[in-house]
């Protein structure tokens, strides 16, 4: 890479005087921050606690009532007017950058993506809604590559796994002993070690009106007033929300031209949940009732997209060990934007999806020697894809280095001696290895 391209975003003192080219590209860049700027996906499909409370007083035994008319009282945007806007920016892009510009190519599908995005939201409360969530999120039944197993067969092989941990009764569960108020201290002090400046704190606060123990925005992290953790739960909220998925925001905003990265359609979602979870797993802060959890988040839309209904999750997710708040919270999480038979809202499938896809180009990236490719995932709300273009980009000094890194990515040793044995052990046979090492663990 160029000088201009190793330039990290914490290193500017002073405006970067652009040129005719460069003021173009933020045109539009900042035209389509400020396009999607009305889309919330999580809150237009999310459903409201009088829907749980109506479901727990009828004891679990009717499915939710949720319609598409719930979804349009909770918003209902222009949706021919945000739909104008993104097709707009799209000619615009080609007219003023060409059909073949790396980053007009990538705004032009960051446009597509947000009109699918506002198709599906339309959709809400209607069968054709879960068809548009696979679209842009996948399917449980969807391959990596021709042959190889679905995505639901991977939920099948980590519950099987997980499963038999359970059966050794040997791993505890932590107790929760830390209340929110204590939390809050020993999560703050711990970000404060990774986003020092004071132009960009990250602040973890209080709050009553979140459903989830945690919740993270732009540059903070909520913390529920009555919500237990142990110290791993925070060592994950700070790796996974903090380091991730905050560092990802500001390292986006931090782009002085191609601000689009500051936020984040679909495609990203995928690529920024595996970075997420791959950076619990490198830190050895994640553990396996977490991963049972992913795991059957994945079996659980499966199962919805094969015509389960919300009382069958909830049922399933009940005889998997979950009390009824947790069964609730997780049952929604598949339906949320549809309706209780109306098939799944599949962005649950980003964690274990993105995780494999990120992996498997931090293993190949190795192997091929490309090193300073895998950094470039955290320049903002990166799509795997894009990588190549992004590279491109930060050559030319449109794309600058991210300033925010997990440990593991800034530096790159440890990854790299891992992977490199990594690629070594996939070419072994499993089923050899069981065959060869059984009699040591009848």
């Known amino acids: 890479m160029t000088d201009s391209g190793n330039l990290e975003a914490g290193e500017q003192n002073h405006p970067i005087e652009l040129n005719d080219y460069q003021k173009n590209i933020k045109r539009l860049s900042d035209a389509i921050v400020n396009a999607q700027a009305p889309i919330r996906i999580l809150d237009a499909v999310k459903w409201d606690s009088k829907i749980k409370e109506r479901f727990f007083a009828q004891k679990f035994k009717e499915q939710p009532v949720v319609t598409a008319e719930y979804y349009r009282e909770n918003v209902n945007l222009d949706w021919p007017k945000q739909r104008q806007l993104f097709h707009l920016i799209e000619r615009a892009v080609t007219k003023e950058l060409g059909q073949y510009n790396p980053v007009g190519q990538m705004m032009r599908r960051i446009c597509g993506e947000y009109l699918r995005v506002l198709h599906m939201l339309e959709r809400r ?12 999120y996948g399917s449980a039944k969807d391959v990596f590559h021709v042959g190889d197993p679905t995505l639901a067969h991977l939920g099948v092989l980590m519950a099987d796994s997980l499963n038999q941990i359970d059966k050794s009764q040997l791993l505890d569960n932590e107790p929760r002993t830390i209340n929110a108020e204590n939390a809050i201290k020993i999560l703050q002090d711990s970000l404060n070690q990774h986003f020092s400046d004071p132009q960009k704190q990250v602040r973890v606060l209080l709050s009553d009106g979140i459903i989830a123990d945690a ?9 529920r007033s009555d919500a237990m953790f142990n110290e791993r739960d925070l060592k994950l909220l700070e790796i996974h929300e903090g380091l991730v998925h905050i560092g990802t925001t500001l390292n986006g905003k931090s782009q002085p031209i191609c601000t689009f990265l500051s936020k984040g359609p679909p495609s990203s979602t995928i690529t920024q949940e595996g970075l997420a979870i791959l950076m619990e797993v490198l830190s050895l802060t994640s553990y396996p009732a977490r991963l049972k959890k992913i795991a059957n988040r994945i079996r659980a839309v499966e199962l919805a997209e094969d015509g389960a209904t919300f009382l069958d999750i909830f049922e399933f997710f009940r005889l998997e060990g979950y009390n009824e708040d947790e069964c609730y919270m997780l049952a929604s999480r598949v339906f949320r934007g549809s309706i209780p038979d109306g098939g799944p809202f599949t962005k649950d499938l980003a964690y274990a999806k993105g995780f494999i896809t990120v992996y498997n180009f931090i293993q190949l990236a190795v192997r091929k020697g490309k090193l300073d490719r895998i950094p470039l995932l955290f320049c903002g709300k990166t799509n795997l894809e894009d990588i190549r273009d992004i590279a491109q980009l930060v050559d030319e000094g449109i794309i600058i280095l991210p300033k925010y890194l997990p440990p593991q990515i800034k530096d790159l040793n440890a990854i790299t001696a891992w992977m490199c044995f990594a690629n070594f052990l996939n070419q072994l046979s499993l089923s050899k290895i069981e065959s060869d090492y059984a009699y040591l663990l009848s």
């Not at 919740?215 to 913390?223: E, N, V």
């Open 215 to 223: 919740a993270a925005g732009a540059d903070y992290i909520k913390i």
């Open 125 to 136: 409360g209607t069968l054709e809604f879960s068809y548009l969530s696979q679209e842009l």
